[in-house]
């Protein structure tokens, strides 16, 4: 396996009928930051419990750190930081308490667990909180804090499952900036997420999953490329005029997508079917938006606009 963080071959987990991750290969290279995109019951979650050693797989091969986790689990554990979904965090205890408590989970000493603590909450910006108690702590000083207790013992591999779910856009921008800091040292990330522009701002790599499959993989940038366009435009035609936008868009586009509020044309040339559009006196519409071409384009053309509750 050579310096591969981590390598999947026919990965596969059932819980009893129903198999959750259905034959995936996945490799992440020393440095990455690698993302596992898709909707609710795709997959991530489970393959994230696997890699963390806490679900055995069903079948298939996961080496992780260049270790089975069949036969390794306790080693690979030591050596990974874990961001779950959910804060686990002891909301008795004060946010530098947090960090000491959780540093002796892994025999550290005491007085390398306060340097690291102290250095830990001022990388993510939290040293002035070092003494107050968790609870009163917002959603998103409290992810943050959730990062910096994963980092403790120094991990070679840095797993975050969703961090950034709840949180409103100055507490996820922020969490962002020190997930790319981090990167910028050289740890290498694996991520879950299904905000779009949380894996298109972070991810060197990803895959999109859908129903326990990889449907997609690439750079945020190579997926747009291959199924997407360069630009998207958007036309809300007012009522009675839904047939005459898409024919006349239909001939200018690469593909042309009816929605139940709008009409989407995938086009490299934007300008020419919004022209055309506008410049049409028998069409009315409410609204038209000229944008580029985005990483929840193709997610929703890879895994469908139905709903997954």
């Given at each position: ?30 440095g990455e930051f690698f993302g596992f995109l898709g909707p609710n019951g795709a997959g991530k979650s489970s393959t994230m419990r696997m890699i963390g050693c806490v679900s055995p797989p069903t079948a298939g ?10 036969e390794h689990g306790r080693e690979i554990r030591a050596r990974l930081g874990v961001v779950p979904q959910q804060d686990n965090l002891d909301n008795e205890l004060t946010v530098f308490e947090n960090l000491l ?209």
């Open positions: 396996m050579g310096s591969v963080m981590v390598e999947a071959a026919g990965l596969v987990k059932r819980f009893g009928a129903f198999t959750a991750v259905d034959g995936i290969d996945v490799h992440v290279e020393p091969s996961l080496e992780v750190l260049g270790l089975d986790v069949r408590v959780y540093g002796r989970y892994f025999g550290l000493p005491r007085a390398v667990i306060k340097d690291r603590a102290e250095k830990l909450l001022d990388f993510v910006k939290l040293a002035d909180r070092a003494h107050d108690k968790v609870d009163p702590l917002s959603g998103g000083m409290k992810r943050r804090l959730t990062i910096a207790r994963s980092l403790v013992n120094e991990p070679d591999l840095l797993l975050l499952d969703e961090p950034t779910t709840g949180l409103d856009p100055q507490a996820r921008h922020v969490v962002w900036e020190r997930l790319y800091r981090l990167k910028e040292q050289g740890t290498t990330l694996v991520l879950t997420t299904h905000y779009m522009d949380e894996a298109e701002q972070l991810c060197d790599r990803l895959v999109v999953m859908d129903q326990g499959r990889i449907a997609a993989e690439g750079s945020p940038r190579d997926l747009i490329a291959r199924y997407s366009t360069r630009e998207v435009v958007e036309v809300r035609p007012r009522q009675g005029h839904v047939d005459a936008v898409v024919a006349l868009m239909e001939p200018l586009s690469e593909r042309v997508e009816l929605l139940a509020d709008r009409v989407l044309a995938y086009t490299d040339d934007g300008d020419t079917v919004a022209n055309a559009v506008t410049g049409n006196d028998d069409i009315a519409t409410n609204g038209l938006l000229v944008r580029r071409s985005s990483l929840e384009d193709v997610f929703l053309r890879l895994t469908g606009r139905t709903l997954v509750d």
